[in-house]
């Protein structure tokens, strides 16, 4: 039996502020994922482990603020 884990629910505010251009494929894959389009671009995630491993794989390239 898998025992449910409890959610925070803590939230994430991911902003980008560089362009995608001349970056690795996997940092656009990551970005894409994380819900963000273009410069300024902001999305809203559930602070777990796996987006903070995708946000620090493009950190130098966003924001993040808890909410």
């Known amino acids: 039996m ?5 959610d925070s ?3 994430l505010k991911v902003t980008l502020l560089k362009s995608t251009n001349g970056v690795l494929e996997k940092q656009k894959r990551t970005i ?11 999305a809203i995630q559930k602070d777990n482990d796996a987006i903070r491993g995708m946000i ?4 130098h390239m966003v924001s993040v603020e808890e909410i």
């Open 2 to 6: 898998a025992v449910a884990k409890k």
């Open 9 to 11: 629910g803590k939230q």
């Open 32 to 42: 894409q994922a994380l819900g963000l389009k273009k410069i300024r671009s902001t």
């Open 56 to 59: 620090f794989v493009v950190r």
